[in-house]
C-alpha cells in the first residue's frame, strides 16, 4: 500500500456526492409501506390532501437523508490502529474500532447503487453491534481501496511491506447456472411457501386498511368451485409449479455469476445479478462449517455450504452478514473448500447416537397426547364424524411418528482429533462442524429425569452461536466435555 493511499484515507472523508440520493431512495423503499398510508385521502375523493401528504413526507425524508449523509464522516487512523467515523444529526456519535476488531470487509452494490455506479461497504466486526459499519455510497475506487486495506488489517499491521500485502490469484470455481437451477428445484421449499403466504397476509392488510371489501368476492368465488380430483389435482399442480419457479426466480437473482477465488491466504466470493455482493473470507475467522443436503441433491452431486463467521448479535438477528453461502457445489469444490478453510481433513470420527427414548417421548408429547385430547372433545362436542374422526387421528400420527423417526435417523454426534461434527435434518440433512479449540463454552446439562438412565443433553457456544445436542449417554458427554476443555487450554491457536 502506498503513500499515497495512506495519505488519502488519514483525513476524514465524506460519501460519495450521490450518496444522499441513495439513502433517500432507501429511504423511501423502507417506508413504502407507509407511504401508502397518504394515499387513503385520495380514495376518499381528498386527492390534493393525498397530494401534499406525498409531498410532505417525501420532503421530510429528503432533507433527513440529506443530512445524514453530510454529518457521516470516515478516516484510518494508520498510527494508533483505529477506524474512526463521525455521525449523527441531533445526537452527535464517535465511533473508534480497532484494527484487530475488524471482522471482515464486503463491498456491495443493490439496484439503486448500480444506477449511480456506486457501491456500498460493510463493515462487520466481533464484537459490540454498536460498532457495525455501513458506509452506504463511495465509488469503485474508493470501494476498492479499502478492500486493499483491509488485506493490511487481516495481517494486523499497517507497517507491512506492499509485497506482503499484494494479492495473487491462485484457484478458483464458479457455481453455473445450470447448478443454479437444481438448487432452485431442490431446496428451500417451506422457505417460499412462508414467503408467498406471508406475502398475502401483507395484501390482506393492506386491502383491510384501506377499507376494501375483498371476502365475500373471494368467498364466492370458492364457493362456485366444483371439488372433483381433477380440479384438486391441478390445483396441487399449479401450486407446485408456483413454489419451484419462485425457488428458480430467487436462487437465479441472488446468486448468479457466483465465484470463490483464492487470493493469498483469503478466499474472495463474489455473486448476484441485480444487487451484488462481495466478501473476502479468512479462514481463521471461520467458527462454524455447514453443509446441507437431500436425497435429490444426493443423486445431482450438489449440495449447499454455510460457512459461519463471529459477529455481532445484532448482525446475527438480522441481516445475517456472517453467514457466507456456497450453494450447489460439488463434493470436490467442497472437500477443496474443506481443505482450504481448516487445512487437515475430518476423518476417524467417533459417533454417538441419540437414545431410543428421544422418538418415543417425542411421538407421546406431539403425537398421542394430542390425538387423545383431540378424540375426547370429538366425544363431547361431536363436532366431527366417527369415520373422519379415525383417519385424521391415523394421519396425523403417521406423520408424527415419520417426523421423529426421520430425526432420529439422521440425529448423531461425530468427534474426531480436531473437530466435532453435529447431524440432524428431516428432508435436509445438515451437518455442522466446529473446530474443537474455537469452542468457548461447553456445558452439559441433565434433567432429573434424565438421570435414571443417565442421559444428558450437550451445548456448545463459538464465536459463531450456539449449538445444542441431546439425548445422548451422560459419561460419553463428560469424556467429549472434558476433551475438549482440554484442547482449548493447551491450544495456541487464536479463536479468530
Known sequence: MGKALLEKFSVFRKQSAIGSIVLFANAVRKNAYNFLYALIPAFQGNFKIALILLIVGFSLVAIYSYLDYYYFTYRFDFNKSQFLINKGILKKTK???????????NINQSVIHRLFNIYEVQ?????????????????????????????????????????????????????????????????????????????????????????????STIGEFFKNINYTPLIILVVLFYSILIVLTVNIINTLFKFFGYKATKKSNNLEIKYGLLSTKSFILSPSKVQQYTFSQNWIQKKLDIQNVIINQASSSEIKSFDKRSNINVPGCSQDQANELFKFIYESKNDNEIELKPNIRKPIVNTSVFGF??????????????????????????????????INWRLFKNNSLHVSKD???????????????????????????????????????????????????????YKALQLISNNVAFKVENSNKGWM
Open 95 to 105: 465511533l473508534s474500532i480497532p484494527f484487530e476488531k475488524i471482522q471482515q470487509i
Open 123 to 215: 463493515m462487520d466486526t466481533a464484537g459490540s453491534k454498536d460498532t457495525e459499519v455501513d458506509i452506504k455510497a463511495v465509488s469503485k475506487q474508493i470501494s476498492e481501496d479499502i478492500k486493499s486495506i483491509s488485506q493490511i488489517i487481516k495481517q494486523k499491521t499497517v507497517k507491512a511491506k506492499a509485497e506482503e500485502a499484494e494479492i495473487i490469484d491462485d484457484k478458483s470455481f464458479q457455481i453455473n447456472f445450470k447448478t443454479l437451477v437444481k438448487i432452485g428445484l431442490t431446496s428451500r421449499f417451506f422457505q417460499t411457501l412462508g414467503f408467498i403466504f406471508g406475502s398475502l397476509a401483507v395484501v390482506v392488510q393492506f386491502l383491510a386498511d384501506f377499507e376494501i371489501e375483498y371476502s
Open 369 to 402: 397426547i394430542p390425538v387423545i385430547i383431540f378424540v375426547l372433545c370429538n366425544i363431547s362436542f361431536d363436532f366431527m364424524n366417527i369415520s373422519y374422526m379415525l383417519i385424521s387421528s391415523f394421519f396425523y400420527l403417521s406423520m408424527v411418528l415419520f
Open 419 to 473: 473437530f466435532i461434527r453435529v447431524k440432524s435434518g428431516i428432508w435436509d440433512i445438515k451437518n455442522k462442524i466446529i473446530e474443537t479449540y474455537k469452542v468457548q463454552s461447553i456445558i452439559i446439562y441433565q434433567p432429573v429425569w434424565y438421570k435414571k438412565y443417565n442421559l444428558g443433553s450437550l451445548a456448545l457456544l463459538t464465536a459463531g452461536g450456539l449449538v445444542h445436542v441431546g439425548v445422548f449417554n
